[in-house]
């Protein structure tokens, strides 16, 4: 088990919400619009402080609060380990581990990972390129945390460059080295897990094809080359007023039976690799971190036939805990688990 317990305050609709897990698997059930999406984004927040949905924190505060909070017990190997975050409607966050206060969101990360399967994951596949990099984003910070500070950094970078483009372009290089010293850096990291999921979604294919990744990106290979790639770019940048190269721009090419996905892939088969992406992703965090890992299954078993639910619940089996959401009883039972009903009013 991962997670022993959570509270939230003015998360989403709940004003207050508190529940206790003593089981590996939990199924949130209840009506549509009664809150089981918003439990499951409170777990994923609490593991990655950024919401599988992509809303900004200033939308998870109830309407009419002013704050968030959530409160976390962790199974510790001796005793609970508590996580607390609160953040406000002016984007003040304060975040704790065991009541001493964490400055660091990559130090706050490191203490269980989630990984996500939502209907939305089809949009990885045949979305536009920013899914696709969030995708990688996301997986590659439960991994290694200086990504997601090199991340943190270089797009903070970014837009003060942007904002000097448009306002004060003169000052515009006095970002440059911060983008050059990490857009190599992003890359390489890209590249590397990229052709890791594309080796693992071809083992979970088997023969019913094959798939590969090509990423493209025109970062340079190391500071001086990104560094002289900015330059060269600078007349362009100037007229359009933004930065025209680096990381924030490239995009993975999900090839399919020779074929580009999101291009010429079939309703079926867009379906089916994205299902294999967020299984291959659940692998290679497992299999890449000492961190517990855990499920968050937001209303997908429903659409999977009977060959593909098998082969997702036999991979997330090895989860140390799985939550689910249904608005109806599910067609399959679980060892291990616990209903818990999620009302109108939460």
């Known amino acids: 088990m991962v997670i022993r317990s959570i509270a939230l305050t003015n998360f989403r609709n709940f004003e207050s919400r508190e529940l206790v897990f003593c089981n590996r698997n939990i199924f949130f059930e209840g009506p549509n619009g009664s809150g089981k999406s918003n439990l499951l984004e409170s777990i994923g927040f609490a593991s990655l402080l950024r ?17 968030f ?56 596949v045949s979305g536009p390129s920013g899914n696709r990099r969030r995708f ?44 050059a010293e990490n857009a190599p850096f992003i890359a390489a990291k890209r590249r590397f897990y990229a052709q890791k999921i594309a080796e693992k979604v071809a083992l979970l294919l088997g023969d019913r094809g094959g798939f590969e990744v090509i990423y493209r990106t025109d970062a340079g290979e190391d500071f001086r080359m990104h560094k002289a790639l900015i330059r060269a770019k600078k007349e362009s940048e100037l007229r359009r007023q933004c930065t025209a190269c680096g990381v924030q721009l490239d995009d993975f090419e999900f090839i399919f039976n020779g074929k580009l996905l999101r291009t010429y892939g079939s309703t079926g088969q867009v379906r089916l690799i994205a299902l294999l992406l967020k299984l291959a992703q659940f692998q290679v965090v497992q299999s890449n971190s000492d961190a517990p890992l855990a499920v968050l299954a937001d209303d997908v078993t429903g659409e999977l036939d009977e060959n593909n639910l098998s082969l997702f619940l036999d991979t997330i089996a090895e989860a140390g805990q799985s939550f689910f959401t249904f608005a109806e009883p599910p067609r399959f039972s679980l060892p291990d688990s616990a209903t818990i009903p999620v009302g109108n009013n939460g």
Do not use: C, W
């Open 136 to 179: 990688f984003d996301i997986l590659i910070s439960e991994i290694e945390p200086e990504y997601l500070l090199r991340l943190s950094r270089y797009i903070r970078a970014l837009l003060q460059r942007n904002r000097a483009l448009k306002f004060a372009p003169h000052t515009a290089g006095a970002f440059e080295d911060e983008l």
């Open 51 to 67: 919401s599988f949905r992509g809303a900004p924190p200033r939308e998870m505060i109830r309407i009419g609060a002013r704050e």
């Open 69 to 124: 909070q959530i409160r976390m017990a962790l199974q510790g190997r001796i005793a609970p380990e508590i996580l607390e975050i609160s953040e406000n409607v002016s984007g003040n966050r304060k975040l704790a581990i065991n009541g001493s206060p964490v400055r660091r969101s990559s130090d706050f990360i490191r203490e269980f990972h989630t990984v996500v399967f939502a209907p939305e994951d089809r949009e990885i």
